[in-house]
Each structure stands twice: as structure tokens, then as C-alpha cells.
């Protein structure tokens, strides 16, 4: 019996949220965000598993090369740019798209003396003041591009948005409006949505859209879950019963005692916890899916274990199956439980945790079918 958490990433999964981004978002080309290694899903698996997107989109370079020395031929964008001339050079070597967005970038294409043409993403910074050029300086930047005969010309335009997934903040409608008003007239195509701009906002869309985390079956809009926005959840992390233990009414259960029995209780010891990634801050209450049913974890989340409260009475016995989320029990629902936001957890996903890729259907029931 292999006792350790393991996650199933449904590959079926992954390809319906690529069609719900294009049912949203009719007529624009879809670049699927696949960094830190997909979200905590496997970045090489899971590029294969969208070889239907127009485009891939990564942070860093790293990322990149991997996914071309996987095997993959797909349009690969670095989100990031370049961070110095030997970049540049592999760049040019695997046929990588590039994002500018600041003036040492368009310095090292200016320099640059190879064959190559490169495909270039101007980046406007409309409001989220990260990355990209503050819109008095863009036009100089445009201007810049234009000029330097390595670029294919037009170039794209992107921004990207700070807020959309709050439906109570109208910053990313600002943003919009700011970003088309200072690229008026200028040729090439547009990219502005994320995710949640996907789902909420139809004038974000343009020429192209990149979907992040919708892509992996969870909710980016504050309020909504998956399930309400038609998404499918990717990931199952889940684990074995390593041992079941009859505790009397008053004894304590984990580090620090934090909880007692109330009445006699049957408690399973599931082999996942902050060592795996689920993170030491869920609380007692905190719901795990065992034998099909929601049971309630209680005490402190160790590295290596959890306890789960079975009640008085059950057949769940060691070797069975314990979800920590998946189809059935959201990862954002756990998420929302200790204030943080399901890329956290996602992307939390330990070394030790194997990944498989799947392409048959959960073998998890969906909620509506679980008792409570």
C-alpha cells in the first residue's frame, strides 16, 4: 500500500475549461497560463493536455525550456521578459514570444545582431504597477519597437488587470478604458484578460485572452464557486487511512490537545499533511471526503497526518481513499476557511506529492450526490 498524498490531475478536465474559456470568449485566441509548474498540476503534462490552445504562457525562462524540451511545439510566451542577452539567445533559439515591459529589454533586442525575428508583447501598466511601461512612457516604448528590425511588426498590446475578480471594484473597468484610449489607433492585436476577466467582464477580451487559474477547475471571482461559474475541478489531492483509532469521551487528539472527544469517537489517521501542502493553518472542521462522505478534520494539521472525526460508528477502514479537495469539496472552499486564495494552495503542492495525469472520469461522486 503506497501511504503517501498523491494528486490526480484529470486531463479531461483541463481540456473542458479550455472550452468553456472559448464559449466565453468567442472569436479570441487563448493563451493557457501554465506557470509554476501549472498551478501545482505538472507543467509538462498539462501542456500536452492543452495542445488545443493557441498559445502557452510562462513566467520565467526555466519553464519555458522546459516545456520545449518536453516535446512541445506550442507558441511558448515568457509573462516576464528577458533577464539578460543570454536569455535572449535562447529565446531565439526554441522561438519563444517575448513580453517588454521595461527599457534594458528593448535595449537587448536593439543589440541583438542574430537571424531571428522575434514575436514581441508590449506591456502597458494601466493600473496594477508591477510590470510594463506607466502609459506616458508607452508610446515611446511602441515607437522603440517599431524601429528595431529583429521585431516582427505589428507588435501585440497587452495590460493586465488588478481587480476583476472583485465584482464590488470597478478599478478593471478604468483599466479598460485607460488602456484602449492610450493604444487607440495603434495596429496589432490586444490581449487584457485574465481569468476572472474571462468570466465577468466581455470588454476585456480583445484578440487574445489568458486564462490562469480557471483553467484548473477553480473559481477566481470573489463569492462564486466553481460549480456556480461551470468549471470543472482538475486536481484531486488525496490520500490513504493509515490507521483508525477508538478514542474515549475526554481524550485529546494531535499536537497541543486542541481537541477532545465529547463522546466516545472513531477517528481515521489520513497520511497527508503540511509537509504535502495542506497547509498547518485548516481548522478543526475543516472537511475531508472519506468513503464518499464529508467527515470533519479535527486537531492541528501535522507534517506527515491529519485526524479525521468518523463519528461513532463506520466501516471506513485503512487503505481507503481520503480526499482533501477535488470534484465535490472545492479547493477554494478550503481556502476561503483561512483567508488565502486556492492559487495559494495549488501552486503549495510539495515535491513529495506524486502527480498523475488522468484522463478517465473522477472517481470522486459530485457534491449533490454526497450525504452530509
Given at each position: ?122 506591456k502597458i501598466d494601466t493600473g496594477m ?6 502609459v506616458k512612457q508607452a508610446r515611446a ?194 481556502a476561503h476557511s483561512i483567508g488565502t ?32
Amino acid at each position: 500500500m503506497t501511504a503517501q498524498a498523491q494528486a490526480r490531475v484529470d486531463g479531461n478536465a483541463l481540456r473542458a475549461n479550455l472550452s468553456r474559456v472559448r464559449q466565453l470568449a468567442r472569436g479570441a485566441r487563448v493563451m493557457a497560463v501554465i506557470k509554476a509548474n501549472a498551478y501545482g498540476h505538472g507543467i509538462t503534462n498539462v501542456a500536452r493536455a492543452l495542445a488545443d490552445a493557441d498559445a502557452l504562457a510562462v513566467a520565467r525562462m526555466s519553464e519555458a525550456v522546459a516545456v520545449r524540451d518536453a516535446g512541445s511545439n506550442a507558441r511558448v510566451l515568457l509573462l516576464e521578459g528577458l533577464m539578460s542577452a543570454n536569455e535572449l539567445d535562447l529565446a531565439a533559439r526554441y522561438r519563444f514570444d517575448i513580453v517588454v515591459h521595461r527599457q534594458d529589454q528593448i535595449d537587448m533586442l536593439r543589440a541583438y545582431r542574430g537571424a531571428v525575428e522575434f514575436r514581441v508583447w508590449l506591456k502597458i501598466d494601466t493600473g496594477m504597477n508591477r510590470l510594463g511601461f506607466k502609459v506616458k512612457q508607452a508610446r515611446a516604448a511602441w515607437e522603440a519597437l517599431r524601429a528595431i528590425p529583429c521585431v516582427q511588426q505589428p507588435v501585440t498590446l497587452m495590460t493586465h488587470l488588478a481587480c476583476a475578480d472583485d465584482p464590488q471594484d470597478n478599478t478593471a473597468t478604468a483599466q479598460i478604458a485607460l488602456f484602449n484610449d492610450v493604444t487607440a489607433g495603434w495596429p496589432g492585436e490586444r490581449s487584457i484578460a485574465n481569468s476572472a476577466g474571462i468570466l465577468r467582464l466581455p470588454s476585456s477580451h480583445g484578440d487574445w485572452v489568458r486564462p490562469g487559474l480557471m483553467l484548473y477547475g477553480a473559481s477566481p471571482v470573489a463569492q462564486r464557486s466553481a460549480d456556480e461559474l461551470a468549471l470543472t475541478p482538475v486536481m484531486t489531492l488525496w490520500s490513504k487511512v493509515i490507521a483508525i483509532k477508538d478514542l474515549l469521551a475526554g481524550e485529546r487528539v494531535g499536537y497541543g490537545g486542541t481537541w477532545v472527544a465529547p463522546c466516545p469517537t472513531r477517528l481515521a489517521i489520513v497520511a497527508a499533511g503540511y509537509g504535502d501542502g495542506y497547509p498547518w493553518r485548516l481548522p478543526t472542521g475543516t472537511p475531508v471526503l472519506v468513503g464518499g462522505l464529508r467527515v470533519p478534520m479535527v486537531g492541528r494539521v501535522s507534517m506527515d497526518m491529519i485526524a479525521v472525526n468518523l463519528g461513532t460508528n463506520s466501516d471506513v477502514a485503512v487503505g481507503d481513499e481520503a480526499v482533501l479537495w477535488g470534484p465535490g469539496l472545492g479547493v477554494e472552499e478550503l481556502a476561503h476557511s483561512i483567508g488565502t486564495i486556492p492559487y495559494e494552495l495549488l501552486c503549495g503542492i510539495s515535491q513529495r506529492v506524486r502527480i498523475d495525469m488522468t484522463t478517465q472520469a473522477s472517481l470522486v461522486r459530485p457534491l449533490s450526490a454526497l450525504q452530509h
